[in-house]
């Protein structure tokens, strides 16, 4: 998947990325190796905002997050 998605980006996106973010945050040292012999850089995010949690019955818990998690980890957040 990780090839085919590569080719799929440099192809129809930009020419080159140099980031990973494994689904869901969920990653093995396999999955770790193989991204790295491909040039990546395995990034995770610092403010989780539990969405997939609240999105649809409680947006304001998720926007709430949001803001607290850039408060905590401004300027350096990744959501």
């Given at each position: 998947q990780l090839y085919e998605t590569a080719y799929s980006i440099s192809e129809n996106i930009c020419p080159a990325t140099r980031f990973f973010r494994p689904p869901y945050g969920q990653s093995n040292a396999e999955i770790l190796a193989l991204s790295q012999s491909m040039g990546y850089v395995s990034v995770l995010w610092n403010v989780d905002t539990f969405d997939w949690q609240?999105?649809?019955?409680?947006?304001?818990?998720?926007?709430?997050?949001?803001?607290?998690g850039l408060?905590?980890?401004?300027?350096?957040?990744?959501?």
């Open positions: 609240d999105a649809v019955n409680a947006p304001s818990n998720v926007h709430q997050r949001v803001l607290d408060a905590a980890h401004a300027p350096n957040s990744i959501i």
